[in-house]
C-alpha cells in the first residue's frame, strides 16, 4: 500500500471521497451478492452446531428449548431479509446483515437463558467464534466492530448477572480476556484488510485510468466509453436511477486550426477538457469522442441537473482565455436515458440535439 493510496482512505476505513466509495461499494456487492446467501446459510448451520455440546451436558429438554429458540432465531433472520429486499443493491445488503448482527445479541442471550448449568468455557468459546464469523461477514468495518462489541457487552452482562453458573471467579477473568483479545486481534485484522482492499481498488482505478485515457486531452477513449456506458444503462435499468448523457464540440474549430496552426489547435483542446474536468464529478466520465468532439456521461443524474451542469460548462469555457487571444465557444446536445434506450438510441439522439444546438447559432445547449 502507497502513502498516496493511503490518504484516500479515511480512518473508519472508507474513501474519502464519496463518488470513489460509491464506485467501490458497487464492485464489491457485484462480487459477492451471488454468494452471500450460500454463505449465511453455512453461519446458520454454524449457530446450530453449536447446540450439539450442550445435548451432552443438559437434559433433553434444555436441549429442545435451545433449539426452539435458535429456529425461531433463523425464522426471523429469514423474514429480515426478504423485507430488505433479497441484496438487490449494497445499501440493502448492508442494513440487512447490520440488522442481523446486532438481533443476535438478543436471541443469543435468550439461549444462554435455557441452560441451568451452563458450562462457561464452552460459551467462551463460543463468543470467540462468533466475533470472528461477525469480523468475516463483508460488512462496513465500523458496523463489524459495533456489532461485535454489541454480542460481547450482551454476554459480559449476562455473566455478572448469573455468576451462580461459575465456580471459580479466575475461570471468569481468564474467559474475559481470551474474548478481548480474539476480539482485538480480529479488529485489526479487519482493519488491515480493508485498507489493503481499499489501496488495491484505488490503485486499479488509476491504473485503468492510465490506460483508458487520451494523452492530449485527459479525457477518455472511445474503447472505455463503450464499457463504461453498457454499464451505466444496465445500472439504471436495474435500478431505476437517472442517467444522463451530453455531447459537445467547439464551435469552429476548423478555422481555428487553419488560421493558428494544429499546436494551438491542441492547445485549445487540451485547455477545454482541462475546464470540463475540473468542473465534473469523479463519477462523470469525459470521454474525446473525435477531433473536437466529447461525450459526458452523467451517472445517477436527470436531465435537469445535467443541463444545469453543461450550461455552466459553456460559460466556463466561453469567458475562458485561450493563447490564440479569442473566444472559444462550444455547443451541447444533452438528453437523458429513457426506457428500452441502447447506446446507440441514446447517442444518436444527443447528437441531433447537437446539430439543432448548431443550427441555432452555436454556443447553446440544446436537450431533450
Known amino acids: 500500500m502507497n502513502n498516496f493510496s493511503r490518504e484516500q ?3 473508519f476505513g472508507s474513501f474519502k471521497d464519496k463518488d470513489l466509495e460509491l464506485s467501490y461499494q458497487m464492485q464489491t456487492f457485484s462480487e459477492f451478492h451471488k454468494i452471500v446467501v450460500s454463505c449465511v446459510a453455512g453461519v446458520f448451520a454454524l449457530f446450530l452446531l453449536f447446540s450439539l455440546p450442550e445435548l451432552a451436558s443438559s437434559d433433553f429438554s434444555g436441549f429442545i428449548k435451545d433449539i426452539s429458540v435458535r429456529f425461531s432465531s433463523i425464522a426471523f433472520y429469514i423474514i429480515i431479509y426478504y423485507f430488505f429486499g433479497r441484496f438487490k443493491n449494497y445499501k440493502s445488503y448492508i442494513i440487512t446483515i447490520t440488522i442481523l448482527e446486532f438481533s443476535f445479541s438478543l436471541f443469543y442471550i435468550l439461549i444462554l437463558m435455557q441452560y441451568a448449568n451452563m458450562n462457561f468455557s464452552i460459551k467462551c468459546m463460543d463468543i470467540i467464534i462468533l466475533v470472528t464469523v461477525f469480523f468475516v461477514t463483508p460488512n462496513k468495518l465500523a458496523n463489524s466492530i459495533f456489532s461485535a462489541i454489541t454480542l460481547i457487552l450482551s454476554f459480559t452482562i449476562f455473566c455478572l448477572f448469573n455468576k451462580a453458573h461459575f465456580t471459580q471467579d479466575s475461570s471468569y477473568v481468564a474467559g474475559s480476556v481470551h474474548i478481548v483479545i480474539a476480539f482485538s486481534l480480529n479488529a485489526f485484522s479487519s482493519f488491515r484488510f480493508n485498507f489493503y482492499k481499499r489501496s488495491q481498488f484505488y490503485d486499479n482505478v488509476m491504473l485503468q485510468n492510465l490506460l483508458n485515457t487520451d494523452t492530449l486531452t485527459g479525457a477518455f477513449t472511445r474503447v472505455k466509453f463503450d464499457n463504461e456506458i453498457k454499464k451505466q444503462i444496465a ?12 455531447i459537445f464540440d467547439i464551435d ?13 489547435g491542441d492547445n485549445v483542446l487540451s485547455g477545454i477538457a482541462n475546464i470540463v474536468i475540473e468542473n465534473l464529478r469523479l463519477r462523470d466520465i469525459l470521454t474525446r469522442w473525435g477531433g473536437e468532439e466529447f461525450v459526458i456521461v452523467f451517472p445517477c443524474t436527470g436531465l435537469a441537473s445535467a443541463v444545469k451542469t453543461a450550461e455552466r460548462l459553456r460559460i466556463k469555457i466561453s469567458d475562458a482565455a485561450f493563447s490564440i487571444g479569442e473566444v472559444v465557444t462550444c455547443s451541447f446536445g ?6 428500452g434506450d441502447t447506446p446507440v438510441s441514446l447517442l444518436r439522439r444527443a447528437d441531433n440535439l447537437l446539430y439543432e444546438a448548431k443550427a441555432s447559432g452555436k454556443n447553446v445547449v440544446c436537450a431533450n
Open 252 to 264: 469552429n474549430f476548423k478555422r481555428i486550426n487553419d488560421t493558428y496552426g494544429h499546436l494551438e
Open 334 to 339: 444533452v438528453t437523458e436515458f429513457k426506457k
Open 9 to 11: 482512505i479515511s480512518i
Open 235 to 246: 445500472f439504471s435499468q436495474q435500478t431505476g436511477r437517472k442517467m444522463s448523457l451530453a
